[in-house]
């Protein structure tokens, strides 16, 4: 009885298991503020390297491929440079050129019921005159001269640290970036051929 008594009157060791539980609490919320700091880190150079390279491949040279091969490798070198474990894979890049930015804006699909998915049966309209079903209403690449081209870079790599996986976020990072501009008048437009009748989904 009397051992109790003494174990239950007993401080020594309290500011042990404080610090333990207090110092745990703090980790996980150290760990969570690097990780977001990174993340919004990364989403920033990201942008910025997108809107640099939208601006590169508007200019005259830019209708070449190697041009265009050229700027995509200065984004993924700058992407790698913040994280250098991406692979190729991890940095996917896309362009979709459209005649004007209000068909940009609006990136209507060309099937009837616009949801985007050329189901059997249904029909579609080349509205950009390329020949090839288009989910967006544009067309894949740079285009020509005064086409409005979106270019989009979205980046998958996994949290630095696996705190969010303990509330249920996700255990890799999904950033995206995208820029709309014009091309400079260096030539013509696109030239492309189709008609707007009407095209079976396959």
């Keep these: 009885m009397k051992m109790l008594k003494r174990l239950h009157r007993d401080q020594e060791g309290v500011a042990a298991v404080e610090f333990g539980l207090v110092a745990s609490t703090f980790l996980v919320l150290l760990m969570g503020g690097f990780d977001l700091g990174h993340t919004l880190y990364m989403q920033a150079i990201l942008q910025g390297t997108v809107q640099k390279a939208g601006r590169d491949l508007t200019l005259a040279s830019a209708s070449a491929v190697t041009q265009q091969n050229t700027v995509d490798m200065r984004v993924r070198n700058a992407v790698r440079n913040i994280n250098n474990s991406l692979a190729d894979s991890d940095i996917d890049i896309d362009r979709t050129y459209y005649s004007n930015f209000a068909k940009a804006q609006a990136a209507q699909p060309e099937d009837a019921n616009g949801d985007g998915v050329c189901s059997p049966g249904e029909v579609w309209i080349d509205r950009n005159f390329n020949n ?23 980046v998958t790599y996994p949290r630095l640290f696996p705190v969010a996986t303990l509330i249920g976020l996700s255990e890799n990072v999904k950033l995206n970036a995208t820029t709309v501009l014009a091309n400079q008048p260096y030539g013509d437009q696109e030239n492309l051929s189709g008609s707007l009748d009407p095209k079976d989904c396959a």
């Excluded at 288009?134 to 979205?154: H, L, P, R």
């Design 132 to 154: 090839v079903y288009d989910s967006k209403g544009g067309a894949g690449g740079q285009g020509g001269a005064k086409d409005v081209v979106v270019y989009s870079v979205t």
